[in-house]
């Protein structure tokens, strides 16, 4: 990781709000996927799991990007896993380029991921929609059944 050796970058509010955010969603996601494989229907979970990364992946997202953006004067200035020429294998890396590259990167993959998830979270969210209405239903039948139940109750006596 970029920011393993720089420790004023490691104590940073990004650095803590990256680790906060990507774990936070975490925290929704896996639960929701062993729900899913035991085909139990938890609403609120699923909810949450198409919900909560709505602020937490561009928090995530932006930090990422700055922290990033930090490292790349200070890779730079520092020269660390940068290969410079001559060397036994001909080859030049620059890390700060890289880090350019992976900044520009993050920026559209960060687009494209939110998008996907938009489209994620429609389609869940319609799905539990279908569930509340089989739910709301349910309930309905249910209800009449007792109704039913208690009038003839009160005839047969």
Known sequence: SVVDSEPDLQTSLSCYLLVVA????????????????????????MWLRYNVWIPLYPIGILCEA????????LVAESGRLTVSLPNRLNVAFDFSS???????????GG????????????KAL???AKFKQMEDIYHKEKDLINIR?????????
């Open 126 to 128: 319609k799905k539990l």
């Open 111 to 122: 687009v494209i991921l939110m998008k996907h998830m938009g489209s994620q979270r429609t």
């Open 22 to 45: 990507w774990s936070a969603v975490e925290v929704f996601r896996y639960p929701y996927y062993i729900v899913q494989i035991y085909e139990l229907y938890f609403p609120k979970l």
């Open 149 to 157: 139940k208690k009038k003839e109750s009160k005839k047969a006596k």
């Open 98 to 108: 890289f880090l350019k590259i992976y900044l520009a990167a993050t920026s559209i």
């Open 66 to 73: 700055y922290l990033v953006y930090q490292c790349i004067g």
